[in-house]
């Protein structure tokens, strides 16, 4: 009987295992939300989208599956379920967007389901009326968004922004055009812990690199920062509230370009009290939004907050933060040499110094920074996006509002006492510098002027000349971002843009002007140059739709040029640009293309026609890769007018000119490469440039000639007295600086000589004076992501930010 019960118990055992083994055996389907778009760059109830993965390993029958934000039944919100044959894979990715049409001009394709029907092609989701009555629009300022199954059980849920329906912290919020994720793609901890945001958002792709991190508890012993930063780029407590000690660093106050100031803290273990890890980083920054600190470097503090990415820098976030102060006077942590580190994301946040001198290679910019190089290094000349910005280091000062005792340098000077926390921002690593006395400079003399050839009776000249905000004092628009300069601020603005026009340019033929407010302006400018040149400018000018007021126009010698034509040539688009131009009337569905259309111009000049194209193109204001689309349907369209000319007559002459607010190889400069010349790229690297954007130098302006004028070009210059030279000195009308900085762009000039003939002995555009000095090894420059303006974005919470580009 005992054997008989013995056996018995055998077989159940094996009878369980093989059912257990079996069980396990299975495959299993998981659905999870993966990543979100809530906040678009367009209108939201275009371009949101929600993905979702099975993250399983059997094929899942979508079709009970319901997807929405309305976490109560019977609520207003919105939940939909999927198509009747949908099913997901293992690993599989499924992207439910607003409007397929929407998502596919952002994205270049399709979503694989759509919440309203804009395209045949793709499948709708279906209204789930038994759960809600409204429609899913996800709320940029905080909503829910959950996954139920077949038979109504949530499977899935997160909240964010001011959202804390399922957990606390919530998700913190992002900037518009930005994503959360979840991160790696099966990490399901039922916590803001698995969501990181994403400033390129990639939907449709999905990823299980990295660690799961758990919810933090938090002990009595409090953790130090580099526990909270992690290894990683992107902080390993990221979307968690932490408490933590530190020394303040150092402070900076930062104004926006809507003239907001807001407040950021640097803090950093106590020496002593680091974790011992070189790939961590002992420093963290700290928001307080526009709350003034009354905290100064050297304070202790104890601070509760929640962790957040902003934009690539680790911070703790204003929102319910607790700083307390625990001691004064606590001794500051040495300075790391930036010589002997490896990864500059190892030491953000922490206080760092940059050797023992520096070369600048960006000159002080009216917000206090300037750019630098170590010693032994050179200046990048970039020519497209992807162009590594080699061994810049921009130097930012703590205040951007008062920049007292901040020294104004240009290209080729030294500086030393480099010394203050390492942020990040608008994706470089930048030192913040905390005390201007620190700063000794060396000054290289200025070089020579440069000089231009009289003209023979067989040549002309074209210049492309962006006067940067040339405004009168009248309030034309109502807008705070319209420039109003005061009688004395105008004069010295005239003063310097004569000089320039008159002394460095020569008075050129003609010249394609770029940023002025109106007509009279440039007949003012005209007037005070006349005596100079020996006559007075035409000035050609048509106003232009720009929300700023700033125009394109054309001057021209009347001894040489006589004006037949002029008219701005606006076209119009499929993209979204929100430009209201009454003067030209698109289809439905498509808006005007251009803020600033381009000025043509048909000119005889000496009596040979020719047909000029002034150009200011769209700023990367908003973001380098975000308005790439509009620049290259620009270029597209002008390419276009040009093609057109040479149809009539393929010997037409023609210039395509002015600041296209790209690079000589960017998408956009390319397409006019169809049927033009960029006479400008006959020049050597070394003055191949006529902007310097934080230490990089580029070539943003153009002269693009058709082939019978480019025959005719004889030389080619770009006169360099303005961008390598600090803003401030724009404002110094003296005899020893009034040739310098009259505007933010070098200035391109051609010569012409029907026939062409023998190049001109130009006198060489002297270079501002870059002494070599002995090398230094830096391991981690080879390091430094690429540099990318960013792109300020807009948000319901703290929108700080400054102007992402070149120009507005």
Same mark, same amino acid.
């Not at 919020?173 to 990490?187: E, H, L, M, N, T």
């Not at 006077?329 to 922490?350: K, R």
């Not at 002007?513 to 007509?519: A, K, L, R, S």
């Not at 569905?589 to 040979?608: K, N």
């Given at each position: 009987? &005992? ?26 389907? @998981? !659905? !999870? ?27 899942? =029958? ?72 409204? &429609? ?50 099966? %990490? ?23 660690? %799961? ?106 929102? =319910? ?53 170590? @010693? ?32 104004? /340098? ?85 003063? &310097? ?35 100079? %040149?020996?006559?007075?400018?035409? /000035? ?31 076209? %119009? ?150 961008? =390598? ?36 002995? !130009? ?40 102007? @992402?580009?070149?120009?507005?």
């Amino acid at each position: 009987m &005992k054997a008989s019960i013995r056996m018995c118990q055998f077989c159940f055992l094996m009878w369980f295992c093989l059912v257990v083994a079996t069980a396990q055996a299975q495959p299993t389907a @998981v !659905l !999870l939300l993966t990543e979100v778009m809530y906040d678009a760059v367009g209108e939201d109830d275009r371009e949101e989208w929600i993905e979702v993965a099975n993250v399983g390993t059997a094929v899942l =029958d979508l079709s009970q599956y319901k997807l929405g934000d309305e976490e109560t039944p019977g609520g207003a919100e919105g939940m939909v379920r999927f198509p009747a044959d949908a099913t997901l894979a293992p690993g599989q990715v499924a992207v439910i967007a607003q409007t397929a049409v929407g998502f596919r001009e952002r994205y270049g394709r399709n979503p694989d389901y759509e919440l309203q029907d804009s395209d045949p092609d793709v499948p709708d989701m279906r209204r789930f009326s038994a759960w809600a009555t409204g &429609k899913i629009a996800l709320a940029n300022g905080g909503d829910e968004l959950l996954l139920l199954d077949g038979s109504g059980l949530l499977i899935d849920a997160i909240n964010y922004g001011d959202s804390t329906t399922y957990f606390t912290p919530s998700i913190a919020p992002v900037f518009a055009g930005q994503s959360i994720a979840r991160v790696p793609a099966d %990490c399901d901890t039922d916590s803001a812990a698995d969501w990181q945001p994403q400033q390129k958002p990639t939907p449709g792709e999905i990823s299980f690199d990295g660690e %799961c991190s758990a919810p933090l508890v938090i002990a009595e012993t409090l953790p130090p920062i580099g526990a909270i930063q992690g290894q990683r780029n992107v902080a390993a407590l990221v979307n968690q509230i932490v408490t933590f000690r530190g020394v303040v660093t150092g402070v900076l106050e930062d104004q926006n370009a809507d003239g907001f100031v807001f407040y950021t803290l640097f803090v950093q273990d106590a020496p002593g009290q680091e974790d011992g890890d070189p790939a961590t980083s002992d420093g963290i920054a700290i928001f307080l939004g526009r709350k003034r600190p009354t905290l100064r470097p050297g304070d202790q503090v104890r601070i509760t907050g929640q962790v957040t990415e902003f934009f690539g820098l680790t911070e703790i976030d204003d929102d =319910d933060l607790d700083i307390q102060l625990e001691a004064t006077d606590v001794p500051l942590p040495p300075p790391i040499g930036l010589e002997a580190v490896t990864s500059l994301e190892a030491v953000e946040g922490m206080r760092v110094r940059l050797g023992a001198e520096a070369l600048v290679v960006g000159p002080t910019f009216g917000g206090c920074s300037f750019a630098v190089v170590p @010693v032994g290094g050179v200046r990048p000349l970039r020519r497209q996006a992807s162009d590594p910005i080699g061994q810049v280091i921009p130097i930012l000062y703590r205040s951007d509002v008062d920049c007292d005792g901040f020294p104004g /340098v240009k290209s080729g000077d030294s500086v030393s006492g480099l010394v203050g926390p390492l942020t990040y921002h608008f994706d470089q690593f930048k030192i913040v510098q905390q005390e201007a006395a620190d700063l000794r400079v060396t000054v290289t003399p200025l070089p020579p002027l440069p000089t231009t050839p009289v003209l023979t009776a067989a040549q002309f000249s074209i210049a492309s000349f962006n006067m940067e905000n040339y405004f009168d004092g009248v309030d034309d628009t109502g807008s705070d971002a319209e420039p109003k300069l005061s009688p004395a601020v105008l004069a010295t603005k005239q003063a &310097k843009l004569a000089y320039a026009l008159a002394q460095t340019l020569g008075c050129p033929t003609l010249v394609g002007v770029q940023e002025v407010e109106n007509e009279a302006l440039l007949q003012q400018l005209a007037a005070q140059v006349a005596d100079a %040149c020996g006559f007075t400018y035409t /000035v050609t000018h048509r106003e232009s739709a720009d929300a700023r007021g700033i125009d394109v126009a054309l001057l021209s010698d009347p001894r040489q040029v006589t004006v037949l034509a002029a008219e701005l040539r606006q076209a %119009c688009t499929e993209l979204q640009t929100g430009i209201v131009d009454e003067t030209a009337v698109c289809p439905l569905g498509q808006d005007q293309l251009f803020s600033r259309p381009p000025l043509q111009v048909d000119v005889l000049v000496d009596g040979r026609a020719l047909t000029l194209f002034v150009n200011h193109f769209k700023s990367k204001l908003g973001g380098e890769e975000e308005t790439t689309s509009s620049r290259v349907a620009q270029a597209r369209h002008l390419n276009d007018l040009v093609a057109a000319l040479l149809d009539a007559d393929p010997q037409a002459r023609a210039l395509v000119m002015g600041d296209f607010n790209d690079y000589d190889l960017s998408p956009p400069l390319q397409t006019m490469m169809a049927h033009m010349e960029n006479l400008l790229l006959r020049l050597p690297d070394e003055t191949r440039y006529s902007y310097v954007y934080i230490g990089a130098a580029q070539l943003i302006d153009g002269l693009l000639a058709t082939p019978a004028l480019a025959a005719e070009a004889v030389d080619v210059t770009i006169l360099h007295v303005n961008a =390598d030279y600090p803003s401030l000195w724009g404002d110094d009308v003296s005899q020893g600086r009034i040739a310098y900085r009259a505007t933010d762009h070098d200035l391109p000039l051609a010569i012409f000589q029907e026939g062409g003939g023998a190049t001109l002995a !130009l006198t060489p555009t002297p270079e501002p004076a870059v002494v070599a000095a002995p090398e230094t090894t830096f391991p981690w420059w080879t390091a430094v992501g690429l540099f990318v303006v960013l792109t300020a974005f807009g948000a319901v919470f703290y929108v700080r930010r400054r102007n @992402v580009g070149h120009e507005t």
